[in-house]
């Protein structure tokens, strides 16, 4: 998927893998994330498979930097997966659940203190979904009007993200309620 995300972004615009990893960051980290790494690993194969091609961009001060520009295969290709319907609920993968399922050994207070901590954490999640788009969304629209209805799209994405915390703060302060009136303090 990784490959898919690249290219969506560069089709947008050129880009160096710094930028892509950036771009990652602060829109679809919440849902599909990557490392430097990753992203110079999957840059290299997508340029070998003709699907993206890059120049080196001399920097006054810095060092050059590699721009990559998606190609018409790449761009096909991208279009293709777009295009595949999903139809099928993916597995979720939750350290979390996984940590509850087997959590009797360790006691009600260190499950308590878990589910407090991710309590905090998804009410931050909340904070930061609901503060709007980040700065580089909104100079790349103000820059690129064509994008307003990638933008609308950007938005329905926020909405799952802001309606997923807010699902999981109350499901958080459901199990929190249960175990504190239910589980046994014995270990």
Not at 87 to 97: G, I
Not at 120 to 137: F, I, M, N, S, V
Request: hydrophobic share 40%; net charge negative.
């Amino acid at each position: 998927m990784l490959k898919f995300a690249i290219l969506g972004f560069l089709n947008y615009r050129p880009l160096s893998g710094y930028d892509l990893e950036q771009q990652l960051r602060v829109s679809t980290a919440h849902f599909w994330y990557a490392g430097l790494s990753q992203i110079y690993m999957t840059l290299k194969k997508l340029e070998a498979d003709g699907l993206v091609v890059s120049e080196v961009q001399e920097q006054e001060k810095r060092p050059d930097k590699r721009i990559y520009t998606i190609t018409a295969d790449g761009k096909a290709e991208f279009g293709e997966w777009l295009a595949q319907p999903v139809n099928k609920v993916e597995p979720t993968k939750s350290t979390l659940l996984l940590k509850l399922f087997f959590a009797r050994p360790v006691g009600r207070d260190a499950v308590l203190h878990q589910l407090r901590m991710m309590l905090q954490a998804y009410r931050g999640k909340l904070t930061e979904y609901t503060g709007g788009l980040p700065a580089e969304a909104s100079e790349m629209l103000a820059s690129q009007p064509e994008l307003q209805d990638d933008s609308i799209m950007w938005g329905i994405v926020q909405d799952f993200g802001i309606r997923y915390a807010e699902m999981a703060i109350a499901w958080l302060e459901d199990a929190i309620h249960t175990i504190e009136t239910h589980f046994s303090e014995d270990v």
